[in-house]
């Protein structure tokens, strides 16, 4: 249970004056029950590669095997691979039409056939999941807030139930508060199912307390690939391409200048935390 | 995949035609069409052909593009060479099984109507492959500024053009981005009979509405926000200005419909069949 992708090229607007190469050569290996953060600035091609993953663009070179199965192949069964492979886009709330919420939400169960009360009881147990509050259920989507929309579109991806989630920028625009509370929910499925997770994000800290692994895109080619703590190392030349380490790596490296023995492979706050204490404490106990 | 449509684009390249005033364009554009349907006679096609293929050269923009242009046409173009093929009746008859006749005259007719047919679309996208929204519209508000004084809002539908030019590409991408989603959500666009298939496009029209309005919503605010308050009084950041080559391009450009249309009526109807 994998996908993996082989010298995988996209180029936009193939042959007009428009062309543009939004992937370059990307070869990667994503295990089943990983939880993958992608990261990238504006343009480097995340949002282009996730939609190869189910298929939705289809590469212009290249080979992405789901399963161990090439699904480039003639006769490959493209609605089965959309069913396990669950993505859900940047600003979903632009994709929500039913009448309320609940029933925007029964529209992916409904495409897989399920029976009305289970389509219904899938919708309910989505919605829970992602926070959104019941009295929501029965209003019209777009009256809700931005950030209830958000949670509704997420939880309409859900209720499919992937065996692969793939989230492009879940929580841009939201409070602190929404952002924690959609990823701890994310993590939690990804716990409790042995569910893969595919995290596109702008943010450091998130991934850092998330993911398992951190892949770095820019100008359309894989950059790193490894645990974030080790991509964190590079964060001279992840600067030079736009991004940062997270905040606590910076403070770490300082105080090491500043002639404390801390590790800087810290990635969030709580670990730096420890890890300072740490020192402390053994510089007393020694002094 | 929807993006394939190619009317209406703008191709960016520089050459002479591009820098040609979109006035210029405007007009001459106009004057091909009708000269189309003016002439008669093989001479008078081969000259517009010529003509039009000299055109084309000279914008640089790549022949592939514009034929991709006419796939939208092609039910249209087939539908008026039948009917013109089966209904015409007309001269020597050619062929004749169960109800339908072909004659001479039909054969003919068909096949001249689908090349001006095609010449038409090639035309007309040539023009809007060389002008951008922008200053097409420019040009049909100065084109159109004389109708100022019977009290037709020139400026207003000027504005009105431009903003629904500028729309197209912008609601095309939200189409795709809104289809994608609903795909990967399990949604089925293209199976099924047609109430199906209608059915099958709420979930792309509704959000598509919705931001539709959103957007137009969004521009008025920011319209406002800068206190547009529609033509009157209101001056051009770069007014058009005629240069030489734009009085040569029309020069050029009457020097051939004088010529299609003098050659075209001259020269008779049949001689393109030996
Ligand atoms: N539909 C499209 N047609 C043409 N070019 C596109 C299209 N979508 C994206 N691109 C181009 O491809 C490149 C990669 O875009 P992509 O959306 O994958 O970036 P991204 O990493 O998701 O950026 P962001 O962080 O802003 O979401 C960009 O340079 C963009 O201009
Ligand atoms: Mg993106």
């Known amino acids: 249970m994998s996908i993996k992708l082989e010298h995988l090229n996209y180029i936009y607007s193939q042959g007009t004056a428009y062309e543009k190469k939004a992937l370059n050569d990307v070869c990667l290996e994503i295990p089943h029950g990983e939880f993958v953060g992608i990261i990238g600035h504006t343009g480097s091609g995340k949002s282009t590669l996730i939609q190869h993953l189910n298929g939705l663009l289809r590469a212009s070179s290249g080979e992405l095997y789901y399963n161990g199965e090439n699904i480039y192949r003639e006769g490959y069964d493209m609605r089965k691979l959309r069913n396990e492979v669950g993505l859900v886009f940047q600003y979903p709330e632009h994709q929500l039409f039913e009448i309320d919420a609940l029933t925007d939400v029964c529209f992916g169960p409904k495409n897989q056939g399920l029976s009305p009360e289970e389509c219904r009881e899938r919708a309910l147990e989505a919605l829970r999941l992602v926070g959104l509050k019941e009295k929501y259920y029965q209003s019209s989507p777009f009256e809700l807030s931005g950030g209830q929309k958000r949670r509704t579109a997420i939880a309409g991806v859900l209720a499919m139930r992937p065996k692969v989630l793939v989230l492009d920028e879940p929580t841009a625009g939201l409070d602190p508060k929404g952002r924690d509370d959609i990823l701890d929910q994310i993590a939690y499925l990804h716990e409790k199912s042995d569910m893969t997770v595919i995290l596109v994000s702008h943010s450091m800290e998130d991934i850092a307390r998330y993911a398992d692994r951190l892949i770095v895109m820019n100008k359309g080619a894989v950059m790193y690939n490894d645990e974030p703590k080790k991509v964190f190392e590079h964060y001279r030349e992840l600067e030079e391409v736009g991004l940062a380490a997270p905040q606590v790596t910076y403070i770490m490296h300082d105080l090491v200048k500043r002639g404390m023995s801390v590790r800087t492979d810290v990635t969030t706050v709580a670990e730096a935390a420890d890890e300072i204490m740490r020192t402390l404490v053994h510089h007393c106990t020694n002094s | ?274």
């Open chain 2, 1 to 274: 995949m929807i993006r394939d449509i190619t009317i209406g684009q703008y191709y960016p390249a520089k050459s002479m035609i591009h820098r040609l005033d979109p006035r210029v364009k405007l007009v001459c554009t106009l004057l091909y069409l009708v000269s189309l349907f003016m002439f008669r006679s093989i001479s008078g096609y081969l000259i517009a052909t010529l003509f039009l293929a000299a055109v084309i050269r000279i914008s640089r923009v790549p022949f592939s593009f514009i034929v991709r242009g006419l796939k939208p046409i092609v039910m249209l173009l087939m539908i008026t060479v039948l009917f013109n093929l089966f209904l015409t009746r007309n001269g020597e008859v050619l062929f004749h099984a169960w109800i339908f006749t072909v004659t001479e005259g039909g054969l003919v007719t068909a096949v001249y109507m689908a090349v001006r047919l095609i010449y038409l679309i090639i035309g007309s996208s040539l023009m809007t492959f060389t002008t951008t929204p922008n200053e097409l519209t420019d040009g049909i508000e100065a084109l159109l500024h004389p109708l100022n004084k019977i009290h037709v809002p020139v400026h207003e539908v000027a504005m009105m053009m431009s903003i629904a030019l500028r729309f197209i590409p912008i609601l095309l991408e939200e189409t795709d981005k809104i289809m994608k989603a609903q795909i990967a959500r399990g949604a089925d666009f293209e199976s099924g009979n047609i109430i199906q298939r209608a059915k099958s496009m709420i979930p792309l029209l509704v959000p598509l509405f919705v931001s539709a309005f959103r957007r137009a919503n969004d521009l008025a605010m920011a319209m406002e926000a800068r206190c547009y308050r529609g033509g009157e009084g209101r001056t051009k950041m770069k007014p058009l200005r005629y240069k030489c080559r734009d009085y040569a391009a029309y020069i050029v450009m009457i020097a051939y419909v004088v010529f299609v249309v003098a050659v075209g009526r001259m020269l008779p109807l049949h001689v393109w069949i030996f």
